[in-house]
Every structure is written in C-alpha cells, then in structure tokens.
C-alpha cells in the first residue's frame, strides 16, 4: 500500500514489514534508540538558551527587579484577599472539619451539615474522572488530513507512549487530578502545573490550587495575564536539592525563620485533615515567589516572557530564566499551567459552587441544626 493511499474511516490495517535503520539501537523495554548527528550541539544550544541569567547578571540588575515584583505581588494578593475567605469558607461549609459556620451556640448545639457542597464536589470529581481515565486509557490520538499507514502507526505510538507515562512512569499524575477535581467546585478555578524532571527524565505534574496562584487585578484572562505567580513553600530538603542541581543560585539566604504566612483557604483544609503546626518550622519551610512575567531585563530582546524566582525571606533572586523558544521572533509565551475552571464568568478567575449554592448550603445547614436543636431542647 502507498504512504498516501487514503485508510478507509473505522478499517483496521495490518503494518507487515520492518523499516531496518543501522543507527538504531533497540532497547529492552522495546524502545528504540536512535543515535543521530548533532543531537550533542543542538542538546548543548537549548541548555544554554534556558540558562540561570540570574548567575550572569549582577546585582545591581536583579536586586531592583525583585523589589519591584515584590510590591506587585503583595497588590495582586491583596486584591484577590476576599476570594481566598470565599474560597476558605467553602471549605468550612461542607462540614468536614468542625467549624462550619451558622447554628445555635449553647452547650449540646448539634453541629451537623447539609452534605449539599460535598456531594457536588464528590459527583463532579467522580464524571470528570471517568472522562479523563476512560477504560481504554487516558490518551486519545487525533491524525489531521489525509489517513495514511504511516500516520497511524505514529500515533498508535505515541498514544501507547503517553498513556505509559501517565498512568505508570509518572505515579503522581492521576493523584494530584483527583485533588484538583475535587477542589475545582469550591474554588471555581484549580491549575495543574507540568514540568520537566531533568533528574528523572520525565515529565512532572504538581496540584496548584487557586489559593497558591496570584494574578493581576486587571487580567481578564489567565493565559493572556502579563504575571503570575505561584507561590510555593519549600523544605530545606528540597531548597537544597535546587541548588545543588543548579535550578536556583547558591546564595546566603539566611534562616526562614517560623512557619509561613499561609492562606485563610489552606489553614482551613489544614483543619479538615487535622493538621496543627508546631509554629517551629522543623522542615525549614520557605517562602519562594516563582513569577511568570513579561519583562525588560536583556535590551537586545526588550520586553519579553522570564520566569523569575524569589526567596522571600531574603528578596533575593533565586533564578531567571528566558521562557520563550530561541527561533520565535513573535517571543511567545511557553505555558506551564493548565487551567481546569467551573464556570468561566467574567475576568480570570471563574465561579464555583461556594459562589452558586453557598447561601443555600448555609440555610439548608442552618435549618437542619434548628430543628435537631428543637428537638434535642422539647425532650
């Protein structure tokens, strides 16, 4: 059959024949590995592209940067405050801790709650599940025009590739979509943040809830906002573990000090798990600031995407680094967040079911533990 002879929509095709390639090298997985020139200088051009600035740039260049960052993000914070107690409150209000507001006060009140937010957020998790990790695997492939053999060997293949790596090379991936399904509902907008694990050679994902990302009063669009920034709260063990392979700077940044200045939404969740800081911060938590945003910072280029990175405690730069392609002269942004919204409304941040039914949660709580108290008082 010819390479551009049309597959008929729904047939199966039978590929026989091996294509022989004398610099590949097959692997005992099953794999293959193909030894091809140049790979070494071009491996060695991208490094240096996405190269620490930070470690070329002198002080005098980093430093009013991170000044200036830190006074945006402390007005980007500030201007999503009232969310974070929403989104706080959502948490109260499904009744998993013992704080859930509303009800009488006297000794032998019921502390019941209408599971109204729970079971919305648990129904909502479990659809979105079935969707995303059907039977048949999580990836689906997709072959624009013209069906040809070749054409749908390669995405068989890169299907089998990438259902591999999300369901047994990278174990974390389906746990931290389960957290960020189940958050989706009461926040209305929860991120999946997906990296590369130069150790481990593999692709990364890690659960950034709403509370965690910070944006500009004035975005009406998370993937068009000219900053955001993730707030991230490191060990030592694993501040350590940056610098010493070469991701941040090897500063004195000094002792963190106590435990963090967490959001009213993670104090609350800390509440349903049963958790209580010793307030001695024993595992070194740091405050680091990573900020994706356009910037001034090598003339030659003139504004243009970086990440920078910020310790908190010190206000020093940890890292920068160039986060466009080296050949796009359009400079676009290279995204590293995926966004998984409720219900999109108006502005970069969308609406959840705390925003929808809170009020009516509160009453249906509010009714139930009137008429158990009345109940519990007339005998």
Not at 23 to 34: H, P, S, Y
Not at 211 to 224: H, Q, R, V
Not at 274 to 284: I, L, Q, V
Request: hydrophobic share 35%; with cysteine.
């Amino acid at each position: 059959m010819d390479e551009d002879d049309n597959i008929p929509e729904g047939e199966s095709i039978t590929i026989e024949g091996e294509v022989e390639d004398p610099t590949a090298v097959e692997l005992e997985d099953g794999g293959v590995l193909l030894d091809l020139e140049g790979d070494e200088a071009q491996d060695a051009a991208v490094a240096e592209w996405f190269a620490n600035l930070a470690e070329t740039l002198p002080e005098s260049a980093t430093s009013p940067l991170a000044t200036s960052l830190l006074d945006l993000i402390e007005i980007d914070k500030n201007s999503r405050k009232k969310r974070d107690e929403l989104y706080a409150e959502g948490l109260r209000r499904t009744g998993l801790s013992d704080d859930a507001p509303g009800g009488a006060q006297f000794q032998g009140a019921t502390k019941t709650v209408h599971p109204m937010l729970v079971e919305g957020c648990v129904d909502f998790s479990s659809r979105v599940m079935k969707e995303l990790f059907p039977r048949g695997g999580p990836v689906k492939d997709y072959v624009p025009g013209k069906l040809t053999e070749a054409k749908i060997a390669k995405a068989s293949r890169k299907v089998q590739l990438m259902s591999w790596q999300l369901t047994k090379q990278c174990k974390e991936f389906r746990a931290e979509l389960e957290q960020l399904v189940t958050q989706v509902p009461l926040g209305g907008d929860q991120y999946l943040k997906v990296s590369w694990d130069e150790g481990r050679n593999r692709p990364e994902f890690l659960f950034v809830g709403i509370d965690e990302m910070y944006l500009p009063f004035a975005a009406t669009n998370f993937y068009t906002a000219q900053r955001r920034t993730h707030v991230q709260y490191l060990t030592k063990v694993e501040f350590d573990r940056r610098v010493a392979n070469g991701m941040y700077r090897d500063l004195n940044v000094g002792s963190p000090g106590m435990e963090p200045d967490m959001s009213a939404a993670t104090k609350a969740n800390d509440k349903i798990e049963g958790r209580d800081d010793t307030s001695y911060n024993e595992d070194g938590l740091r405050t680091i600031y990573e900020v994706f945003t356009i910037a001034d910072i090598e003339p030659e280029y003139g504004p243009a995407p970086y990440i920078v990175s910020i310790d908190l405690t010190s206000t020093r730069v940890l890292a920068i680094y160039r986060n466009w392609m080296e050949d796009d002269a359009t400079k676009e942004e290279l995204q590293h967040f995926v966004q998984f919204p409720f219900i999109p409304w108006r502005g970069a941040y969308s609406i959840g079911l705390t925003h929808m039914i809170g009020s009516l949660s509160g009453a249906a709580t509010g009714a139930l533990r009137a008429l158990l108290d009345s109940a519990h008082i007339q005998n």
